[in-house]
């Protein structure tokens, strides 16, 4: 039997102070969700207060969304969101953080996310995420006492593409900053494309163009 697959999605619905609605970005949940579902993986929700968690960018134009909102089971799988209280992480052998914008305030000081994602990987699992979800990597921290970050090629969100979306001054940090404060070696490309990096189990993707790729780059190290 596959072990299964841990997405985490963010609970928080608003930018800053700005007033503007957030959650997790439904392509970057539907299109990763699409390569390992249909690789035969099941694929469990977390969020951090669990329930129903807030979404962004909803487009059932896209046809990647439609399915995963249609499908009766994830939906309801998606809606009624573990907390991190009732995730056992020797059931899975992948954590993957989806991104939107709501990530940046509820990822990374979770310290239950950051131990369930530590025991997944210190267990030979694989740590993911995508966009803004790497900012639930910050301060994940390893038996050994490093930062799981520490030395791996990682990329996320970048300063261009927040400055893009015009957040710089909104979101609490700079995720890009952030990662190469913890000793990440920070890879980038241009904006709005596609980028995936691989290192040691940790597998990071840098925008919402980039999520597919970090599904297939997932279902490729499982299949390791």
């Not at 490093?146 to 969100?157: E, H, M, P, R, S």
């Amino acid at each position: 039997m596959k072990k299964k697959i841990l997405f985490v999605v963010t609970s928080h619905d608003k930018k800053g102070s700005t007033g503007e609605d957030t959650g997790y970005y439904l392509g970057e949940v539907s299109h990763p969700w699409e390569v390992l579902h249909k690789a035969g993986y099941e694929i469990d929700f977390v969020s951090p207060k669990g329930g129903t968690p807030p979404v962004d960018g909803f487009d059932l134009k896209d046809p990647v969304n439609k399915e995963f909102w249609e499908n009766t089971e994830y939906k309801n799988k998606i809606d009624h969101s573990l907390q991190p209280s009732q995730v056992k992480p020797d059931n899975y052998s992948a954590i993957f953080y989806a991104g939107g914008h709501g990530a940046m305030w509820d990822f990374a000081d979770n310290t239950e996310l950051a131990g369930i994602a530590s025991k997944i990987y210190e267990n030979g699992g694989i740590v993911a995420g995508v966009c803004h979800g790497p900012a639930g990597l910050v301060n994940i921290k390893l038996n050994n006492g490093k930062y799981l970050v520490d030395g791996k090629k990682i990329n996320a969100f970048t300063n261009e593409e927040e400055a893009e979306v015009k957040l710089t001054n909104v979101v609490p940090f700079l995720l890009e900053e952030k990662l190469k404060e913890r000793g990440a070696k920070f890879e980038k490309s241009g904006l709005w494309q596609n980028h995936v990096v691989t290192d040691q189990r940790v597998i990071t993707g840098q925008n919402p163009q980039s999520a597919k790729s970090v599904g297939e780059a997932i279902l490729k190290e499982l299949s390791q």
